[in-house]
């Protein structure tokens, strides 16, 4: 796969630095508070209503095998828009904290690396060296497994099914 530079919006995720295309961002904000959904992973936290719509967040720590930490005023919430067949999802992704936006070139870029038999390019487009900083770049759509946005589409046709029952 070829390179391409373009605009990333970082974020650190403990002593990380990470980038996800601007084209994928719709908006930042600061934590809200989340609606705790029963039996599902560990990374989905739950759900929160961001002006009269449902938005599910996924703690990217947890999902990354990363130590659990507690939301403080610097937590965001990233709200990232992922294609999901004919309509596009928006979720919540929640982040130790905002950075900044990139312009990262081509010559800045270099592919994930590969450890043994287990590539890191499953949720890695590339690796951005700029600033004396290293930036590993999701491609956020592998992030979100299919079975994630499966059980993300579950829960929330669940809540609306319950939200309408209690209408009538």
């Known amino acids: 796969m070829e390179l391409q530079g373009g605009k990333y919006l970082t974020f650190s995720l403990g002593h990380e630095e990470y980038g ?9 904000i600061g934590i809200l508070e989340i609606t705790h ?12 209503n ?29 709200v990232v828009e992922i294609p999901t067949g004919d309509i596009k999802k928006q979720i919540g992704v929640a982040v130790d904290s905002v950075s900044e936006v990139l312009s990262l070139q081509t010559a800045e870029l270099e592919p994930p690396p590969e450890y043994g038999n287990q590539s890191s390019d499953e949720f890695l487009t590339g690796v951005g060296k700029i600033k004396g900083k290293v ?11 299919s079975e994630d946005i499966d059980l993300i589409n579950q829960v929330e046709s669940n809540l609306i099914n319950k939200e309408e029952k209690v209408i009538k």
């Open 20 to 28: 996800i295309p601007i084209e994928r961002v719709r908006e930042i």
């Open 37 to 48: 959904i029963p039996k599902v992973p560990r990374f989905i936290k739950g759900v929160i």
């Open 50 to 78: 961001l002006r009269g719509k449902i938005i599910p967040i996924m703690d990217l720590r947890i999902k990354f095998d990363m130590e659990q930490k507690e939301y403080n005023e610097r937590t965001c919430i990233i």
């Open 135 to 145: 930036i590993l770049l999701l491609n956020i759509e592998k992030v979100f497994m």
